[in-house]
C-alpha cells in the first residue's frame, strides 16, 4: 500500500495553501529550558577585517556583523521538546498530517511511497544540518541526544560509522536504534538550536564525559589541520602557519587524518586557543578546549561564516578570525596578520586584565 501523503503536500503547494509548520502538528509540546536574556561575547577580529570580506556564507554581511558585536543580554527563545503521533519517516522525510521535515537529502522522488511495515515510538535527534556536516553532528545533534535519552528511546537514521564518529558515540554514551523507513506510531522531535543555560549545561556536560578520566597536558594552543578534506577551502600557506605556531608559540598540530578522537581530546582539552582553517574540523576543538578558551578561525575572503560562533557561545568559548586574500579553492593568511590577531586576543584574554 501506498501513502499519498507527498501528493497531498505537493498539491497544497500548487493550489496556493501554506503548509503547516511541522511543530505545529504536535499533539504536544512542553518547555525543556525557559526562554531568557544571555550574555554572548563579541568576537574578534582586527579593524580592517570587514573590507576584505567579498562573500558571505551563511547570512548577509549585517549578520555577521551582528555576531561579531556580540550583545550583553540577547533574547534567547526556549528549547522546547514536541510530540507527534501518526507519522511516517521515509527515504529521509518526516511526513504528518500535511507537514514535511527534511532530515536527509532524498535519494529517490515520487508522488507516493511504500507505507513503512515497521512501527515504532522514539525520540530523533538527528538534524538536516547534523547529517551534512560533522561539526553540526558533534556539537548539535549530540547535544540533542541527551534529551532523547530522557524523553524515551533515542533513534537515528544515521547508519553505524566508524572512525571519529563511532568513537566520540562510545565516548558520549550514545546508544541510539538504527532505523530506516518506519512508521512512529509515537514520535519526540525537540527545537535545540537556541542557546540558553540549558542548553549550555548539556554542552558541558559532553565535555566532561569526553575528559572523565583524563588529565590532558595544558598547551598554549592547538592547530587543527584541515587540508583537501571536506568541502574545499584550501589554504595555500596551512602547512607554514602550523610550523610557525608550533615553533613561535609551542603550539601542537593534529591531523585528521592521522589522530583519533582520544588523542584530539587530550590535546584540546587544557589548550587555550584552537586555530584551523573554518570547518567542521574545528569541532575537535571546540567539545573539549575549556570554557573561555579562544577558537580562531582563517577564512577565504569569498566564503566568509560565523557559523562556528553560534557553536561557540554555546561552550562558553570566545570566537576570532582573519579573512585572508583569495578564494575558496586557494587563499593566504600572512603571517603578520595572524601574528597581530593573536595578540589582541591575547590582549582581549580577561585573565590578562590587572
Not at 515520487?110 to 522514539?122: L, M, V
Not at 532505523?179 to 549545561?201: K, P, T
Request: overall charge negative; charged content about 25%.
Amino acid at each position: 500500500m501506498h501513502s499519498l501523503r507527498p501528493l497531498h503536500n505537493r498539491l497544497r503547494r500548487l493550489a496556493g495553501q501554506a503548509r503547516p509548520q511541522f511543530y505545529d502538528l504536535a499533539v504536544e509540546r512542553w518547555e525543556v529550558s525557559p526562554a531568557e536574556e544571555v550574555e554572548i561575547a563579541p568576537g574578534i577580529w582586527l579593524p580592517d577585517q570587514v573590507e576584505q570580506i567579498a562573500q558571505t556564507e551563511f547570512g548577509a554581511l549585517p549578520d555577521i556583523l551582528a555576531q561579531m558585536r556580540g550583545d550583553p543580554a540577547e533574547p534567547t527563545p526556549p528549547t522546547m521538546g514536541y510530540r507527534f503521533r501518526d507519522v511516517d519517516f521515509v527515504d529521509g522525510v518526516l511526513h504528518a498530517r500535511g507537514g514535511q521535515m527534511h532530515l536527509r537529502k532524498q535519494s529517490r522522488r515520487g508522488i507516493g511511497y511504500p507505507r513503512p511495515r515497521q512501527a515504532i515510538s522514539g525520540a530523533l535527534y538527528e538534524s538536516w544540518i547534523g547529517n551534512r556536516w560533522f561539526g553540526n553532528w558533534l556539537l548539535n545533534d549530540c547535544l540533542a541526544y541527551r534529551l532523547a535519552e530522557q524523553a524515551g528511546d533515542p533513534v537515528t537514521s544515521a547508519p553505524v560509522r566508524g572512525g571519529h564518529i563511532r568513537r566520540y558515540e562510545e565516548l558520549l554514551g550514545m546508544t541510539p536504534g538504527r532505523i530506516g523507513d518506519v512508521h512512529f506510531d509515537e514520535l519526540v522531535l525537540f527545537d535545540d538550536l537556541h542557546n540558553n543555560r540549558g542548553r549550555q549545561g548539556r554542552a558541558q556536560e559532553n565535555r566532561a564525559r569526553l575528559l572523565a578520566g583524563r588529565k590532558p597536558e595544558p598547551l598554549p594552543g592547538v592547530f587543527i589541520f584541515r587540508g583537501a578534506s571536506g568541502d574545499a577551502r584550501l589554504l595555500e600557506n596551512e602547512a607554514e602557519i602550523a610550523e610557525r605556531l608550533e615553533v613561535e608559540y609551542g603550539f601542537r598540530t593534529l591531523y585528521v587524518d592521522r589522530h583519533d578522537a582520544d588523542q584530539m581530546v587530550e590535546a584540546a582539552g587544557a589548550a587555550q586557543l584552537v586555530v584551523g582553517v573554518e570547518g567542521s574540523q574545528l569541532a575537535h576543538g571546540v567539545i573539549a578546549m575549556p570554557p573561555g578558551g579562544t577558537v580562531l578561525t582563517l577564512q577565504p575572503a569569498d566564503r566568509v561564516t560565523t557559523s562556528l560562533k553560534l557553536l561557540t557561545d554555546c561552550w562558553r568559548q570566545r570566537y576570532a578570525m582573519v579573512v585572508g586574500a583569495g578564494t575558496a579553492g586557494g587563499y593566504r593568511v600572512e603571517w603578520d596578520q595572524l601574528r597581530r590577531t593573536l595578540d589582541l586576543i591575547a590582549d582581549q584574554n580577561p585573565k590578562n586584565s590587572s
